[in-house]
Nanobody, 127 residues
Framework: QLQLVESGGGLVQPGGSLRLSCAAS????????IGWFRQAPGKEREGVSC????????NYATSVKGRFTISRDNAKNTVYLQMNNLKPEDTAVYYC????????????????????WGQGTQVTVSS
């Protein structure tokens, strides 16, 4: 059974940093592009970032570009989201998801393209 588990969320002050992890079990993560998404209370789930299966291409939402970095360690079967200079508007539940469609050279964090989802981890940015 394919399963993704997020971790690393928590409470951080504005300007602080967190690193989220997305660990896979039951399958080899390196085969798939992985996306990070977030959902704030009362808002739609939005794409944050994604990385292709090889790690050669990444993509970021405009709101996080320059502050967030996605990476993957296929040996550890894990994808990371390093979040720096966090802002209160980054507060949300963060989800990772796997795209299991045709392998592509690029990726886009478009939620309906992703098939398998983790349960989410809460990130709260507040003083």
């Amino acid at each position: 059974q394919l399963q993704l588990v997020e971790s690393g969320g928590g409470l951080v002050q504005p300007g602080g940093s967190l690193r989220l992890s997305c660990a896979a079990s039951g399958f080899t993560l390196e085969r798939y592009a992985i996306g990070w998404f977030r959902q704030a209370p009362g808002k739609e789930r939005e794409g944050v970032s994604c990385i292709t299966s090889t790690g050669g291409t990444t993509n970021y939402a405009t709101s996080v570009k320059g502050r967030f970095t996605i990476s993957r360690d296929n040996a550890k079967n894990t994808v990371y989201l390093q979040m720096n200079n966090l802002k209160p508007e980054d507060t949300a539940v963060y989800y990772c998801a796997a795209y299991t469609g045709t392998v592509r050279a690029v990726c886009a964090p478009i939620k309906w393209e992703y098939d398998y989802w983790g349960q989410g981890t809460q990130v709260t940015v507040s003083s």
